[in-house]
């Protein structure tokens, strides 16, 4: 069982910055493909940003590129979200999610996903505010 913990979440302004951090405890860090989701008030928990298991790989939603930036540190268990020059649409609970991933062909290395669905363990989610 993997237990995550989101952190770094809180108020800021248009135009600020945040960097959310996701420590995982439990597993195997380095099995498990992380990502990023989050869900405003009243939508769907949404894709964010996802990294595969050596960080060869990163993958964005198109809302976010070029201003977030996803990178785990495996000696750490913990992987981060830098968001930077950040907007009211922004304003979220954000999520990390793990999914484990067996093997460790190139493929499987370099896996990663948007769905929510192919994610096996969810942490409680961070608060990120952004005002106008």
């Known amino acids: 069982q993997v237990r995550l913990v989101e952190s770094g979440g809180g108020l800021v302004q248009t135009g600020g910055s945040l960097r959310l951090s996701c420590a995982a405890s439990g597993g195997t860090f380095s099995s498990y493909a992380m990502g990023w989701f989050r869900q405003a008030p009243g939508k769907s928990r949404e894709f964010v940003a996802a990294?595969?298991?050596?960080?060869?790989?990163?993958s964005y939603a198109d809302s976010v590129k070029g201003r977030f930036t996803i990178s785990r540190d495996n000696a750490k268990n913990t992987v981060y979200l830098q968001a930077n020059s950040l907007k009211p649409e922004d304003t979220a609970v954000y999520y990390c999610?793990?999914?484990?991933?067996?093997?460790?062909?190139?493929?499987?290395?370099?896996?990663?996903?948007?769905?929510?669905?192919?994610?096996?363990?969810w942490g409680q989610g961070t608060q990120v505010t952004v005002s106008s």
């Open positions: 999610a793990a999914d484990y991933i067996s093997g460790y062909s190139q493929q499987d290395l370099l896996r990663l996903s948007a769905l929510r669905s192919d994610y096996d363990y």
């Open positions: 990294i595969s298991r050596t960080a060869a790989r990163t």
